[in-house]
């Protein structure tokens, strides 16, 4: 039997938020992309150079290699994150970055504003209008996400789905790594968003639902297009959407997978002399291929659980929640724990464990997924119990944000780990090795007035769910 929503055009259940809900995600984005510029730091801007550089090639030089710049940062040389194939130098990552980065080059190159003139006021608007933008855009695809998972009955309780919301947007490695026009960091949005489109399907919340379907196509293409780190859970994703069985909506979801697809396809025939070659095999880079070994799944296994354990503990919180689902969102649950052990199962599998970084990097795609567990503390159980969790996971969100916060103003450039860096970054800042922030002059006052909007939108509807509801909600 065909669904009603199936029926191209025709309408079911609500498509989206209501107007006050849509209000309150505006305010939660603008708020948490502002806090992203602001914390966009030199340090960052630094250390990660070869991402400016392959957006300066596109754009300046118009070609896929990185030799020929001008700028003395951008003299990349074939060492750990480059390589030489064929006479060129090529960045050891996937496309899409570089390409999303391009996109918002152009329009500040034509207004005036370039690499070579102003290094680091242009690399941090290309690194705000990229990361920073999706990663915000992420959390608001977390937040509706989590608000379909919550308990019937508590259609307006926003409490534990902007819990989940901002423990992904600040409480997570996330926001550390927002300031970074980073593969990955793009690659973890890309993914969020696209579950979220797909959970909308599975829940019938959708009077385009071949929109939909077209859109979380492309939103899982450009996650690999992006990065390959989140393949195995992006083809997990792709598994949810062939479960929900909506056959009229396949050529959709194929069209749009393949649009995604198609930049980085170009981009390996271009450069590799094959379309189904990558970046990382091109290169020879053996230490991200799959390599079973059930002694580097053991080590691999102690080291991330230390590593989130010390920069995300909120990690764990939410699994637990993940657990309390219950079973008319059994299907979302397996679909959950399969995306997070299938990542789980390609990252403590190979060689390279992420270098220098703050907090387990390589756990990225990983955070937004775990995040939306919170969601199963929204289920019914007694005041008491109810007030205490949301006290505990509260405490332990905030602890989280702080942690990451350092992360984010200081850098995510840290050789220093597996150890716990917050101590040795507070001593910095207060010697007075604190970095620049380029954008924060313009942005901090309108993220003052941004966070103040969300806060008197969050007290007008605390009557409505903002608190545990009590039993029998």
Known sequence: MIHEDEKLGGTRAPAGPRPGTRRLECLLFLSLWLAYGVAVNSGNLEAFTLQQAG????????????????????QIKPVVDAFLFEGHVYPAKQPGQFMAGALAYLPLRALGLTYAGDYLLTAALVTFLTASLVTAAASVAVFRTARGLCAEGAGRAVFWPLLAALSYGLGSTAFAYSGIAWHDSLAAGYLAMALCLLVRLSRGEAERPAALAAGAGALLGLTVTTSMLPFPAASVAAVYFLSLRRPRLLPFFVAGGLAGLAPLLVYNAVCFGNPLLPANVAGGYGDTFFKPSWENFTSKSVFYARMLTLYAPIFWAALAGLALFPRRLRREQLVLL???????????????????QWGPRYMLPAMPLACLGLAGFAHPRGAATGKTLALVVSACALASALINLVGA????????????????YLAEMWAGGARTHPLAAWLLLPLCASAALLARELFARRAHGMTPPPPGW
């Open 55 to 74: 957006v300066e090639a596109y754009v300046e030089r118009g070609h896929f290699y990185l030799e020929g710049s001008r700028v003395p940062a951008f």
């Open 338 to 356: 399969a995306m997070l052990a299938a990542h789980a199962a390609y990252v403590f599998n190979i060689e390279a464990d992420g270098t220098c």
């Open 409 to 424: 103003a200081h850098g995510a450039m840290l050789c220093y780990f597996p150890h716990w860096a917050v101590g040795k």
